[in-house]
């Protein structure tokens, strides 16, 4: 009976839902329907198929037989694996196999390469087997110890010793094209961006507490939430996320206004110009193309004519305990949120306790203060709570003009407190966002300023009272009605500026502004008349 591939449950697998679990672009041999006399089941192979893996650097591929595969199948002299054709002369230049282990579970065990054209094992050539589903047998292999040509040949094959007999499937090696693509036009494994947005220039701090959980995590949620995305690439569903950036104009010339980051493998089935359809926590529903992507480091970058809200995605780099949150749709469950800690940092890896699940893939890693730090994109089935998140350093180059996105923490002053923000240094051209106050020349006025507001924020004016609380004076939220057609600010200085004039008490005033909760601006003691 034919077997479908989507049904697998891989042992690490995409974190998306659809029809293709891990990659919309899985290519799959033509299904073998020839039983051999001879063949128990485990060793009659139906498909073999080649696709990206979820983890970044990686490909998988998968052999699937005709019955169950036990622990013990594949020992006293039986194997079953793959052969790879990199020159496209129909022969066989690598091997790879498992024979004489037994499968431990569902994952890891480790397994060499074989060059047949030198006759040895390729050095340093990491491959694993993993048992993908009860009929299905995987090898999840490093890419670049290969070297992969953009398109190459591939047959699976198993060998019984009882019978001294192989099965291959297909008869001759069916080609595929490295980096997906099953219309026979080879994608390739990166695509730079054309006129990036670059990355917001600003001071950025240490976090205060890391390994706290927010202060206000309901507030946190829904700040968070409004720039978290669900994203449709034909059958596939996965999660994104809008990050603040300063488009280039070319972006904004065409009318671009959010920059939506996600996995690679949640849109490669639309990365040939097909629209990916996003739907914001509102429920609004808008276009996005994929603009550059990164196969290896599963990263992708879309732009959209609709706006939504950015969220922060530079500074501290995370270190295990830090607090980690994830919000995303996972089983299409949009603006769900899970928390846990950062467990590992495996080179720019975050391993994270948050749950994750099907459709999260995409989807922001966060701190307590909603700072984007990874970009959700595997677990292991055969864990307790062990997700992955690449860094968002994988932004930098491919995505974004930008060097880093995980600053040394020695190179970050402390946060400062709520009186001990700097008045000397910032101001109007302080970076392209920056927030301040002055005293008007009447003495008897404060102006406050925010550069560069995003479309989301919401800002407060901050008194402190007499007992020393700072209580909110007046707030305001930008909204999307506040821009023009251009996609300009109405009705602030230079389009850029919210400025606001108060009249306070006369005497001893401090004051503060805050942007999303977060403190931007504080000064010292005004004396108003």
């Known amino acids: 009976m034919k077997k479908l591939l989507t049904g697998f449950i891989a042992a690490v697998f995409a974190l998306m839902t659809g029809v293709v679990p891990a990659s919309a672009n899985e290519q799959i041999s033509p299904y073998d329907s020839y039983t051999p006399y001879w063949s128990y089941d485990e060793f009659d192979v139906d498909y073999v198929s080649y696709r990206p893996s979820v983890i970044p650097g990686r490909v998988d591929f998968l052999v699937e037989v005709a019955g169950p595969i036990s622990s013990y199948s594949y020992t006293l002299g039986d194997y079953l694996g793959v052969g790879i054709d990199v020159d496209l002369d129909d022969v066989t230049d690598y091997y790879i196999w498992i024979d004489e282990q037994y499968f431990d579970g569902a994952y890891g065990v480790p397994t060499d390469v074989w060059d047949a054209r030198k006759g040895d094992f390729v050095r340093g050539c990491d491959a694993e087997f993993w048992l993908a589903g009860p009929y299905v047998a995987a090898i999840d292999l490093k890419a670049s110890c290969l070297n992969l040509p953009s398109r190459f040949g591939l047959i699976g094959f198993a060998y019984t010793s009882l019978w001294d007999e192989f099965d291959f499937v297909p008869e001759s090696h069916f080609q595929v094209n490295y980096g997906g693509g099953s219309s026979g036009s080879v994608v390739g494994p990166t695509k730079t961006v054309t006129n990036p947005p670059t990355a917001i220039s600003q001071t950025r701090y240490k976090v205060s507490n890391p390994g706290s959980a927010p202060d206000d995590l309901v507030s946190l949620s829904s700040t968070v939430g409004k720039s978290v995305v669900t994203l449709y690439c034909g059958d596939a569903q996965g999660t994104g996320w809008s990050a603040k950036v300063n488009l280039s ?205 995003q479309v989301g924020d919401k800002i407060q004016f901050m008194v402190q009272d007499s007992s020393g609380v700072y209580k909110q004076f007046a707030w305001t939220r930008i909204d999307e009605e506040d821009l023009g057609v251009d996609g300009n600010y109405q009705g602030l200085t230079n389009e850029i500026y919210f400025i606001r004039t108060f009249n306070l008490k006369p005497g001893k005033n401090r004051v503060q502004i805050r942007v999303n909760g977060e403190i931007v601006w504080g000064t010292k003691t005004y004396s108003l008349k």
């Open 249 to 453: 104009s070319a972006m904004k010339n065409s009318g671009v206004k959010s920059y939506i980051i996600t996995n690679h493998h949640v849109v490669d089935g639309c990365l040939s110009g097909q629209n990916v359809e996003i739907v914001t926590s509102t429920g609004a529903t808008m276009s996005g193309t994929v603009v550059g992507y990164d196969q290896d480091k599963d990263v992708a970058a879309l732009t959209t004519t609709g706006t939504v809200p950015g969220l922060e995605w530079i500074g501290e780099k995370p270190a295990v305990g830090w607090w980690a949150g994830v919000m995303g749709s996972p089983f299409n469950n949009q603006g769900t949120l899970t928390t846990g800690i950062v467990s590992s940092i495996v080179g720019s890896e975050v391993v994270t306790t948050a749950p994750l699940n099907p459709g999260n893939s995409g989807g922001p890693v966060f701190d307590r203060k909603g700072r984007v730090y990874g970009i959700a994109t595997a677990i292991r089935t055969d864990s307790n709570l062990i997700g992955f998140a690449g860094s968002t350093d994988y932004m930098c180059g491919i995505l974004v003009t930008c060097q880093s996105s995980w600053l040394d923490s020695a190179s970050l002053a402390a946060e400062p407190s709520n009186d001990a923000v700097n008045t000397g240094s910032q101001g109007p051209n302080d970076g392209p966002f920056s927030a301040w106050t002055k005293v008007l020349a009447n003495g008897k006025q404060m102006k406050f300023y925010v550069k560069y507001p």
